[in-house]
């Protein structure tokens, strides 16, 4: 070190040479305790908004829509997660953690709503894509920085419901020729493996409700493979227009078809015979006749059918779902004449007596499967009453499953599993999770029927199982 005394400043110095100036850096106490929970426990650690359920990773102090405070509100989200977003850093500079080129990525764990930026490796950059399901690394030796996670790298692929399913023994059906007396004695065969179906989308539900909602064919493809990993046998489909309206336009709806079997094979496809409003009753059984789907919705009765406020009763759209006998039958015979299984849709148990009428000209063959739907403004709201008396109503060897609108769908696929029946999920029917929060897709709400399922014991179907279960034959 050496000091250098300046020209007019006889009492000051210049000092050449280096001062060490220790200090401690510190992140604030919810960036802290972040920090220190992936150094001392290797969990990573979101807050969440007790007012909108937003989870925000990294933690803050306050809430970015509603302003509450929630630098308490600490819950622990997932090592894996999606790339939502990445970019390569080309360039090498000394504060860089890495030698370039390396990949900095946005990724959005599972269990928090917001993404945050991270190294990842352990692969190609060229193979790096948006949607990559990733993994987190931790350090081998500490940090006391973010660096504590070392870096991401790809997940393993998950075996999906239906893989892990396979290695169990497989379901057969026992010689019970009369299921309907065995439903009345209040003795469900548990053992029975419970069918998932996700709804997609319906004729309704908009990105402005859920941003999740699929339009596009790709779109439908990669949601419909989610929900199959998750555990549906079945997936149930209204086609769209790249803007979100509802199609019956045989083209668009074939391509949204082929494009969800080839991404899964092995998926069961239902479509919609009720496609949208101002659709005539050929337009709406031609498509069906024409893709031979394994499955079609098959409605049984006229009926008011709007969206409706449902604090103040204030009327949004009023609308007359037209389903006449006539329309019943014919839509009946045309599904059976080629091979798609009729779903028999019962908004209410007079849908129910309307089909075991018009059935009785041998229309139907068994199983019959029949979907119990609640909630409709127009239909009828989910009460567990009324639940076992439409059950109770069912021809022998009939199936039942059930779905609901709103609040009012996990309720009724409980008690459709509690009583032997199946259950149907989806962002036509419900946009939300248990708690309140937006569905990240039709695949999250299989989940909870997955658990549903689990939690009672009930083991869930294969497609093969489901097949057997319903009277589909295999194309």
């Given at each position: 070190m050496t000091k250098i005394q300046m020209n007019g400043y006889e009492d000051s110095y210049v000092i050449e040479g280096k001062m060490a100036l220790p200090y401690t850096y510190f992140a604030g106490r919810v960036g802290s305790k972040f920090i220190t929970t992936i150094r001392d426990q290797k969990k990573i650690m979101g807050v969440k908004c007790p007012a909108c359920n937003m989870v925000y990773l990294p933690p803050r102090q306050v809430c970015d829509k509603d302003f509450t405070d929630i630098r308490d509100k600490w819950v622990e989200v997932s090592n894996t997660g999606t790339v939502v977003n990445f970019t390569v850093v080309r360039?090498?500079?000394?504060?860089?953690?890495?030698?370039?080129?390396?990949?900095?990525?946005?990724?959005?764990?599972?269990?928090?709503?917001?993404?945050?930026?991270?190294?990842?490796?352990?692969?190609?950059?060229?193979?790096?894509?948006?949607?990559?399901?990733?993994?987190?690394?931790?350090?081998?030796?500490?940090?006391?920085?973010?660096?504590?996670?070392?870096?991401?790298?790809?997940?393993?692929?998950?075996?999906?419901?239906?893989?892990?399913n396979a290695a169990r023994k497989q379901w057969v059906p026992a010689d019970e020729p009369d299921t309907q007396e065995k439903r009345r004695g209040g003795r469900p065969d548990m053992s029975k493996p419970v069918i998932i179906t996700a709804a997609l989308t319906g004729a309704a539900t908009m990105r402005n409700q859920n941003p999740s909602v699929p339009y596009k064919p790709e779109e439908f493809a990669e949601e419909a493979y989610k929900c199959w990993k998750a555990g549906a046998a079945m997936v149930h489909a209204h086609a769209r227009e790249d803007g979100g309206m509802t199609t019956h336009d045989h083209g668009r709806i074939k391509a949204t078809f082929d494009a969800i079997k080839d991404?899964?094979?092995?998926?069961?496809?239902?479509?919609?015979?009720?496609?949208?409003?101002?659709?005539?009753?050929?337009?709406?059984?031609?498509?069906?006749?024409?893709?031979?789907?394994?499955?079609?919705?098959?409605?049984?009765?006229?009926?008011?059918?709007?969206?409706?406020?449902?604090?103040?009763?204030?009327?949004?759209?009023?609308?007359?779902?037209?389903?006449?006998?006539?329309?019943?039958?014919?839509?009946?015979?045309?599904?059976?004449?080629?091979?798609?299984?009729?779903?028999?849709?019962?908004?209410?148990?007079?849908?129910?007596?309307?089909?075991?009428?018009?059935?009785?000209?041998?229309?139907?063959?068994?199983?019959?499967?029949?979907?119990?739907?609640?909630?409709?403004?127009?239909?009828?709201?989910?009460?567990?009453?009324?639940?076992?008396?439409?059950?109770?109503?069912?021809?022998?060897?009939?199936?039942?499953?059930?779905?609901?609108?709103?609040?009012?769908?996990?309720?009724?696929?409980?008690?459709?599993?509690?009583?032997?029946?199946?259950?149907?999920?989806?962002?036509?029917?419900?946009?939300?999770?248990?708690?309140?929060?937006?569905?990240?897709?039709?695949?999250?709400?299989?989940?909870v029927a997955v658990s549903i399922a689990n939690a009672l014991g009930r083991p869930v179907a294969t497609t093969a199982e489901a097949r057997l279960i319903m009277g589909l034959r295999k194309r």
């Open positions: 360039y090498d500079d000394k504060h860089l953690p890495r030698k370039a080129p390396f990949v900095l990525a946005l990724i959005k764990l599972d269990g928090a709503d917001t993404p945050f930026m991270h190294i990842l490796e352990e692969c190609t950059i060229e193979n790096v894509k948006i949607g990559m399901n990733v993994e987190a690394v931790f350090a081998k030796e500490t940090t006391n920085t973010i660096l504590d996670i070392d870096h991401f790298k790809p997940a393993a692929e998950r075996l999906s419901v239906h893989e892990i991404r899964c094979p092995d998926l069961i496809v239902n479509l919609s015979s009720a496609v949208g409003m101002g659709v005539t009753p050929e337009q709406r059984i031609s498509q069906i006749v024409a893709i031979k789907p394994d499955m079609a919705s098959l409605n049984t009765n006229t009926m008011n059918f709007g969206i409706v406020e449902r604090k103040t009763g204030k009327i949004f759209i009023d609308y007359v779902f037209e389903n006449t006998f006539t329309m019943l039958q014919d839509f009946g015979k045309a599904m059976e004449e080629n091979g798609v299984k009729p779903e028999i849709e019962c908004y209410d148990i007079g849908g129910l007596d309307n089909t075991l009428l018009i059935g009785k000209q041998g229309i139907f063959s068994d199983p019959m499967n029949f979907n119990f739907v609640w909630g409709v403004a127009g239909g009828q709201a989910f009460r567990s009453e009324a639940f076992i008396a439409m059950m109770n109503a069912l021809p022998a060897k009939a199936n039942f499953t059930t779905c609901g609108v709103g609040t009012d769908q996990y309720p009724c696929i409980m008690q459709s599993c509690i009583l032997g029946g199946h259950m149907r999920v989806g962002l036509e029917d419900n946009t939300r999770m248990p708690n309140g929060a937006l569905a990240k897709g039709s695949y999250e709400q299989v989940e």
